[in-house]
Every structure is written in structure tokens, then in C-alpha cells.
Nanobody, 124 residues
Framework: VQLQASGGGLVQAGGSLRLSCAAS????????VHWFRQAPGKEREFVAVIGWGSSRTYYADSVKGRFTISRDNAKNTVYLQMNSLKPEDTAVYYC??????????????????WGKGTLVTVSS
């Protein structure tokens, strides 16, 4: 599975952005897709996950109620709608995939596939 994240940019605090993760590969729609982020000087951290059927999602507490993950299997794309952005959301955002949905904070080392990141900068 190949993944490509896009949609990052510069936004003011309180604003919104929508990230996209385009997947390609023969069975890409069957994979569980996660979003991670890595702020400067910090470790990569889990943000959200969505099961292949779209009915199951799980979020990190830091983004719950502000971010929404969704997927369009017809387009092989997963989205991360980010609202009420804060300066502490500034990071490079990555999408990653594996074959298992677990409603918990996943470790980056658990992922099978990674896309290149997209930078989100939130100004105060």
C-alpha cells in the first residue's frame, strides 16, 4: 500500500484544515488508516484511526471533539478534518496503515505502511 498525505498549510488559531491521505495498491481499501503527528523536538504521536468500514474510529484525547477522521473507499482516501486548531497542533502529519483496528493509542512501530508527511502550522 502506498500512502500520500496532503492538505497541510498555515492557519490561524481557531481555524480549520482538512488533510487527505490517498491510498493506492491492490487492497488499500481493506487497511486500517491512522493519522500520526510529530512536532519539532517531540516524538511521533497517534492522532486518530478509522476502520476499513468507516464505522469505527478512535481519537487521541488531545484532538477529541475537534478532529474528525473519515474515509471514502470509492476514492481510496481518508480525511482528517481539523477544526478549532491550536498552536500546539503544529506538526508534520503522517498517515499510516496496518491491517488491525484497535481502539487505543497506537505506536508508530505498529504500522505497516507510511506516507510522507504534510506540515500543519497553526499561528497564535
Amino acid at each position: 500500500v502506498q500512502l500520500q498525505a496532503s492538505g497541510g498549510g498555515l492557519v490561524q488559531a481557531g481555524g480549520s484544515l482538512r488533510l487527505s491521505c490517498a491510498a493506492s495498491g491492490r487492497t488499500s481499501s481493506n487497511y486500517v488508516v491512522h493519522w500520526f503527528r510529530q512536532a519539532p523536538g517531540k516524538e511521533r504521536e497517534f492522532v486518530a484511526v478509522i476502520g476499513w468500514g468507516s464505522s469505527r474510529t478512535y481519537y487521541a484525547d488531545s484532538v477529541k471533539g475537534r478532529f474528525t477522521i473519515s474515509r471514502d473507499n470509492a476514492k481510496n482516501t481518508v480525511y482528517l478534518q481539523m477544526n478549532s486548531l491550536k498552536p500546539e497542533d503544529t506538526a508534520v502529519y503522517y498517515c499510516a496503515a496496518d491491517s488491525v483496528f484497535i481502539a487505543t493509542m497506537r505506536s508508530p512501530g505498529d504500522m505497516d505502511y507510511w506516507g510522507k508527511g504534510t506540515l500543519v502550522t497553526v499561528s497564535s
